[in-house]
């Protein structure tokens, strides 16, 4: 994925109206869920989730293998 088409799918999920919680598959298969829009920070194909628990979760657009729950289910 692309460090715009990173930045685009995940701003216009973050703003979504109502927010509907999505799901980041990772290369590799690990996968994790964005339950509130907050607790995401995107900049320049880099982003940081803070899980429950406060536990943080870096990523980049390298290494997303999909987007699971936009409505065109963006891959890489």
């Known amino acids: 994925m692309t460090a715009e ?3 685009r799918v995940l701003e216009g999920l973050k ?3 109502p927010f509907r919680v ?3 598959e990772l290369h590799g298969g690990r996968q994790f869920e964005v339950d509130h829009p907050s607790a995401l920070v ?3 194909g880099v982003a940081v989730f803070i899980a429950p628990g406060g536990v943080p979760i870096w ?3 390298d290494r997303v293998n ?3 729950g936009s409505l065109t289910n ?3």
């Open 42 to 44: 995107v900049r320049d």
């Open 22 to 24: 999505f799901t980041v």
């Open 5 to 7: 088409n990173f930045d």
């Open 66 to 68: 999909q987007i699971i």
């Open 15 to 17: 703003q979504s109206q």
């Open 59 to 61: 990523f980049d657009h």
């Open 74 to 76: 963006e891959s890489s």
